[in-house]
């Protein structure tokens, strides 16, 4: 019991440290990107227990926590060709679940390297007002979607509702979500999403083809 009490106040009291090895350029990465990275793990006794060298870099959706905290706290703000070194406690880690060759309530070392950042483009057409769309926003969305050659798809518009959509929530394409990621009541912003963010190679029923980039007409109807 002692000995459980002595390992979480170690926990709590050891922070997460972030250093910049190599600033990149372009845009820094945020919440809903995808981006893509080069990783070396190792144990604070020296020992790696994992490493994407050799192999396929890593590609994973930042901010909705589909790797540990500290990997989402750390890459964000990393810029394309930038490197990094994390130093992630337990409680932003694995915490008190060994896995595989890493112990229980570890420490881990991150060196990592951004390769690629994926986003959505966006222009904005109407400005808006109040407070930005977060992640974890419930935002109310008027749409209209449309190939890149002008056909119409499918439009809120039409059926006379916005849809709703929280942000992070993963209820809607990835693009679509990152269109939204910013916007204020009101606004309205013209977003080009490529098909590695949208339908993919699969397509969506029958009506948008597979490869096919999509534009939407966003308008922020409800910001919460």
Same mark, same amino acid.
């Given at each position: 019991?002692?000995?459980?009490?002595?390992?979480?106040?170690?926990?709590?009291?050891? *922070?997460?440290?972030? *250093?910049?090895? =190599?600033?990149?350029?372009?845009?820094?990465?945020?919440?809903?990107?995808?981006?893509?990275?080069?990783?070396?793990?190792?144990?604070?006794?020296?020992?790696?227990?994992?490493?994407?060298?050799?192999?396929?870099?890593?590609?994973?959706?930042?901010?909705?926590?589909?790797?540990?905290?500290?990997?989402?706290?750390?890459?964000?703000?990393? *810029?394309?060709?930038? =490197?990094?070194?994390?130093?992630?406690?337990?409680?932003?880690?694995?915490?008190? &679940?060994?896995?595989?060759?890493?112990?229980?309530?570890?420490?881990?070392?991150?060196?990592?390297?951004?390769?690629?950042?994926?986003?959505?483009? $966006?222009?904005?057409?109407?400005?808006?007002?109040?407070?930005?769309?977060?992640?974890?926003?419930?935002?109310?969305?008027?749409?209209?979607?449309?190939?890149?050659?002008?056909?119409?798809?499918?439009?809120?518009?039409?059926?006379?509702?916005?849809?709703?959509? =929280?942000?992070?929530? &993963?209820?809607?394409?990835?693009? $679509?979500?990152?269109?939204?990621?910013?916007?204020?009541?009101?606004?309205?912003?013209?977003?080009?999403?490529?098909?590695?963010?949208?339908?993919?190679?699969?397509?969506?029923?029958?009506?948008?083809?597979?490869?096919?980039?999509?534009?939407?007409?966003?308008?922020?109807?409800?910001?919460?």
């Amino acid at each position: 019991m002692l000995a459980t009490v002595a390992a979480i106040a170690m926990m709590s009291a050891e *922070k997460m440290v972030v *250093k910049d090895i =190599k600033v990149g350029s372009g845009q820094a990465a945020q919440a809903l990107d995808f981006v893509v990275v080069d990783y070396t793990g190792t144990l604070t006794n020296g020992k790696k227990f994992d490493s994407s060298i050799g192999r396929a870099p890593f590609r994973f959706r930042l901010g909705v926590g589909q790797v540990i905290e500290g990997w989402d706290k750390g890459v964000a703000g990393m *810029k394309v060709g930038g =490197k990094r070194s994390l130093r992630i406690p337990p409680e932003m880690g694995y915490r008190d &679940q060994a896995q595989g060759d890493i112990p229980a309530n570890s420490t881990l070392l991150f060196d990592v390297t951004l390769k690629a950042i994926e986003r959505a483009t $966006f222009k904005v057409t109407k400005k808006g007002s109040g407070p930005a769309a977060v992640v974890g926003s419930d935002v109310k969305i008027h749409y209209k979607g449309t190939l890149k050659g002008g056909k119409q798809f499918d439009s809120s518009y039409t059926r006379g509702e916005p849809i709703a959509v =929280k942000l992070g929530a &993963q209820q809607v394409i990835p693009g $679509f979500e990152q269109g939204i990621l910013g916007m204020r009541k009101g606004e309205k912003r013209t977003v080009t999403i490529p098909p590695t963010l949208g339908y993919g190679s699969q397509g969506a029923g029958g009506v948008i083809p597979p490869d096919a980039t999509l534009v939407f007409e966003l308008e922020a109807v409800e910001i919460k």
